[in-house]
């Protein structure tokens, strides 16, 4: 009875359906349109272009951050462009001598030794990648080929490094394979170092050769590196196998590395890849050369910070190209006026707080107080006064701020031309040249005085070629005096030696006259031929021509009014990015809080310690005080006199509520790595790290 009144309750509590049929078909309800989600958050981030934030106190305009977005893309998008085409054209003759060995390697022809590329990067192991990238697109229209790249992290040791070549050969998802979980081929345990796997997936797709690219072989330890020749010369015969190693050092040392039985299971050939440092030049050239659409240019202090970590560090040239975009993304971000760069942001009027801005920029603050000084007091009240004149003025003085600039660059590249073109004169890189120009010190430096004189020495024939050279430049202008020269050249007689001007030392002779036994030795120039003296009046106006040239051209950048906008040129932000101090910001923030707080309450006392302090900054500021060994005891007291009750009523709830604090601010001191337990008493801490060492 009681079993029936249970399942009676059950039946009950059972939810039940009524199904009515529809009389017809358009009865039946229509089924409801989905909505598309779009997320209010989505919606800021659309209207604020991907990421970049308002500035002016969050007042500035959507179209603004727009054209700060654009802006951005418009001038790095190029750039980066040109970069990747001197990167691949550096890379080319390398990758083309890569993909020739690795087509006409024929793995099988010799079962007993592996066919072995070298590849010596130097410095540019940061290239590997791309070559890696390139040689794949080479053979891409090739299924039959099987590159995989292993990079020395995940040759640890034998088994992971068999792991790994697997698990990229046969496109597995490392996550995804199971640490040794066995596969079953055709009844057949194998587990996922198992070399039969790569054996079958080259049966199953005709695989002809199967090239393992090992990216930066130094990192590689030698015994590791022998076990895995061995084992893959064991599959020779059944696995088309092609070995790349690349190598930073020498031949001679990666070959230390081997036993003269793996050695013998090789079968090598090298490739040289080009110099880091010519890459690099040629990568700064690039970046920094004239051209009619830059606006935005970056400054001397911070592309010497880029060429110093580049050298200290020995990075590769992505590392720069990193580092160039990093800057220009700095400078857009963080600049309210950096939207004028975008050129259809030319007609577009400015916000209240964009005037302010301008007005507030050091450059403009010192133009008003030209003006003033000048006694220009009508124009210099309009800037300050009225907007729509502020607006004209900063629109002209940013065209005319880029255009001094690429003015600056060609009058450089007119140096270069130069002084690359004097015979026996060693040549000054393009990096070095260009860093004091835009520094401003090249107008008054002694390369600009040595390549002078040096061009009043020139022959007509190198002055000839010199000057062709340096005609592509536009804004060079030498007052007809290259045409004077030509006439001259073609007039002499064909066969003569090139004419010489009176400032060649081959017009000057040393005469020796004794005066009261004593030897003095005084230049005397030689008499002149006529053409020779027609060629020196032509050196001289080409000498003046280029003194003025350079003169009004080798500007100092920083010198511009509203320089601001087109110059970029702030360490900091870069610096603290590529080159962070981790562990300084973290024992600042520790030791003073209330430099990252800004708050009055953890000022604290004389002695820095006050409750208001955050728990984890007072035991560091204990832990400062305290020696190697720390008695957690002692440590407690501290604590606990500075954050234990003043009311002996609640002294028992705020015990816990201190005492969990202090556990949590010791987890947090052992997380950051500060301490540790020590092992000769339980009660005390070790101490690891002291400030500033």
């Known amino acids: 009875m009681d079993d029936g009144n249970e399942g009676q309750s059950l039946i009950d509590d059972q939810a039940s359906y009524v199904f009515v049929p529809y009389d017809n078909e358009r009865e039946k309800p229509s089924r409801p349109k989905k909505k598309r989600k779009v997320s209010h958050a989505a919606k800021i981030e659309e209207d604020l272009s991907v990421g970049f934030v308002p500035l002016l106190n969050g007042k500035e305009e959507s179209r603004y951050i727009s054209a700060r977005r654009h802006g951005y893309e418009s001038a790095w998008t190029k750039l980066e462009n040109n970069l990747n085409e001197v990167l691949a054209e550096v890379n080319r003759q390398t990758v083309d001598d890569v993909v020739r060995f690795l087509i006409r390697t024929d793995p099988q022809e010799n079962p007993v030794q592996i066919s072995t590329g070298l590849i010596m990067n130097g410095i540019s192991a940061g290239a590997s990648a791309s070559i890696v990238s390139a040689v794949t697109r080479s053979l891409g229209s090739d299924s039959r080929n099987l590159i995989v790249s292993v990079a020395a992290s995940q040759c640890t040791n034998l088994k992971t490094t068999l792991k790994a070549i697997i698990q990229k050969a046969t496109n597995q998802s490392i996550a995804s394979v199971d640490e040794d979980a066995p596969e079953y081929r055709q009844g057949v345990r194998l587990l996922n170092y198992d070399l039969q796997i790569v054996h079958e997936h080259v049966l199953k797709h005709s695989i002809v050769r199967v090239v393992l690219w090992f990216l930066n072989s130094e990192g590689l330890d030698g015994t590791v590196l022998a076990d895995i020749v061995e084992v893959l010369s064991s599959w020779q015969g059944r696995i088309p196998l092609i070995l790349i190693f690349e190598i930073g050092t020498s031949i001679d040392l990666f070959q230390e590395k081997l036993s003269r039985a793996t050695i013998r299971r090789l079968q090598g050939v090298s490739f040289e890849m080009k110099d880091a440092a010519e890459t690099l030049e040629m990568m700064f050239r690039t970046a920094t050369a004239p051209e009619e659409s830059r606006s935005l240019y970056i400054g001397a202090g911070l592309l010497k910070m880029f060429l110093d970590r580049q050298i200290e560090h020995v990075q590769s040239v992505q590392a720069f190209m990193q580092s160039l975009k990093y800057a220009f993304m700095t ?363």
């Open 331 to 693: 400078h857009f971000f963080v600049n309210a006026l950096s939207w004028i760069i975008h050129p259809s942001s030319k007609s577009a009027n400015l916000q209240t707080e964009q005037y302010e801005a301008i007005r507030n920029l050091p450059s403009f603050r010192r133009l008003v107080e030209d003006l003033v000084k000048e006694k220009q007091f009508l124009k210099a009240k309009k800037l300050l006064d009225s907007d729509h004149v502020l607006q004209e003025t900063t629109l002209r003085l940013f065209r005319d701020g880029t255009k001094s600039m690429k003015h600056l660059v060609e009058a450089m590249e007119v140096l270069n031309i130069i002084q690359s073109s004097i015979p026996n004169k060693v040549h000054i890189p393009w990096s070095r040249l260009y860093l004091k120009g835009m520094a401003g010190d090249l107008a008054d430096s002694s390369i600009l005085k040595e390549t002078l004189l040096s061009v009043r020495k020139l022959p007509s024939d190198i002055m000839i070629e010199m000057l062709k050279k340096a005609s592509t430049i536009a804004i060079l202008e030498l007052d007809g005096a290259e045409t004077d020269l030509y006439e001259l050249t073609r007039s002499t007689i064909e066969g003569n030696a090139p004419l010489r001007s009176e400032y060649d030392v081959h017009h000057e002779t040393l005469r020796t006259t004794i005066v009261a036994q004593k030897v003095q030795l005084s230049k005397h120039k030689a008499t002149l031929s006529k053409q020779d003296a027609d060629y020196s009046k032509i050196v001289d106006r080409i000498d003046s021509a280029l003194k003025e040239f350079f003169g009004t051209y080798l500007i100092n950048p920083k010198a511009l009014p509203l320089h601001e906008i087109f110059l970029f040129d702030l360490k900091s932000p870069v610096r603290e990015v590529f080159a962070a101090m981790p562990r300084q910001a973290v024992e600042r923030a520790l030791s003073a809080p209330h430099d990252y707080l800004d708050c009055d309450c953890c000022d604290g006392s004389a002695n820095g310690l006050a409750p208001s302090q955050p728990p984890t900054a007072l035991l560091y500021q204990l832990y400062l005080e305290s020696g190697a060994i720390i008695n957690i005891s002692d440590l407690w007291s501290a604590f606990n006199a500075i954050l234990g009750p003043e009311d002996d009523d609640a002294e028992e709830v705020k015990d816990q509520e201190t005492l969990a604090l202090f556990y949590r601010g010791l987890a947090e001191l052992k997380f950051l790595g500060m301490i540790k337990n020590s092992r000769k008493k339980t009660d005390h801490l070790t101490k690891n790290l002291w400030k500033g060492l």
